[in-house]
């Protein structure tokens, strides 16, 4: 049964690259009732894209490494091995933002797209959600300096094999996206490689 919920007041808290909202709200208890009333921050998230670009012709993955704020002083280098991605602009759908930003932090053009699936990232205090899929590419002469100067972007392309890859995961490879990819990865391999080569 669906539980209700009623939002008292939303205060705007900050305003910058992040938006930072703080309700306070109650909601139905499972034991019947309304819970006290609580206050709670919330860090607006937008719906975000990202895509893990893989070959299957070479058994190879394109990923990327760029300096994560998230990561400093959290993990000994915070230059981390990712997935593509980027957010939904008004007007654009999830399918098109993985088409921009695998060219934008690539330079890589998708042959074709796999859904994974529909996540929150933090939901204790964050609204992001993302969009993750699997994106077909050739990896050949994928690799060098990309990203976009006015975004503030310094994106390392690297082309890595599949078992290398899954080596990194949990080092490198500590992130959402890429962690949930990667494993969606290791159990649809084998169908990926029949229908895409």
Same mark, same amino acid.
């Given at each position: 049964?669906?539980?209700?919920?009623?939002?008292?007041?939303?205060?705007?808290?900050?305003?910058?690259?992040?938006?930072?909202?703080?309700?306070?709200?109650?909601?139905?208890?499972?034991? *019947?009732?309304?819970?006290?009333?609580?206050?709670?921050?919330?860090?607006?998230?937008?719906?975000?894209?990202?895509?893990?670009?893989?070959?299957?012709?070479?058994?190879?993955?394109?990923?990327?490494?760029?300096? /994560?704020?998230?990561?400093?002083?959290?993990?000994?280098?915070?230059?981390?091995?990712?997935?593509?991605?980027?957010?939904?602009? @008004?007007? @654009?759908?999830? @399918?098109?933002?993985?088409?921009? @930003?695998?060219?934008?932090?690539?330079?890589?053009?998708?042959? *074709?797209?796999?859904?994974?699936?529909?996540?929150?990232?933090?939901?204790?205090?964050?609204?992001?959600?993302?969009?993750?899929?699997?994106? /077909?590419?050739?990896?050949?002469?994928?690799?060098?300096?990309?990203?976009?100067?006015?975004? *503030?972007?310094?994106?390392?392309?690297?082309?890595?094999?599949?078992?290398?890859?899954?080596?990194?995961?949990?080092?490198?490879?500590?992130?959402?996206?890429?962690?949930? *990819?990667?494993?969606?990865?290791?159990?649809?391999?084998?169908?990926?490689? /029949? /229908?895409?080569?």
């Amino acid at each position: 049964m669906k539980k209700r919920f009623q939002i008292l007041s939303m205060e705007k808290i900050h305003q910058g690259f992040l938006q930072l909202k703080r309700y306070r709200l109650q909601h139905e208890c499972f034991a *019947g009732g309304w819970c006290p009333e609580i206050q709670r921050e919330r860090v607006e998230g937008n719906h975000a894209v990202s895509v893990l670009l893989y070959d299957p012709a070479e058994d190879a993955l394109v990923l990327i490494e760029q300096f /994560r704020i998230g990561a400093l002083g959290h993990a000994n280098d915070p230059w981390l091995l990712e997935t593509v991605g980027g957010y939904v602009e @008004e007007g @654009e759908g999830p @399918e098109e933002v993985a088409l921009r @930003e695998t060219r934008e932090e690539t330079g890589c053009q998708l042959l *074709g797209l796999e859904r994974i699936g529909v996540f929150f990232t933090t939901p204790g205090w964050c609204g992001e959600r993302i969009s993750l899929y699997c994106g /077909r590419v050739d990896s050949c002469g994928a690799g060098g300096i990309h990203g976009l100067d006015e975004e *503030g972007e310094d994106i390392r392309v690297e082309v890595m094999p599949f078992a290398a890859a899954m080596e990194q995961l949990f080092v490198r490879a500590n992130s959402t996206s890429i962690v949930v *990819g990667l494993q969606w990865l290791q159990q649809h391999r084998e169908d990926l490689r /029949r /229908r895409w080569s």
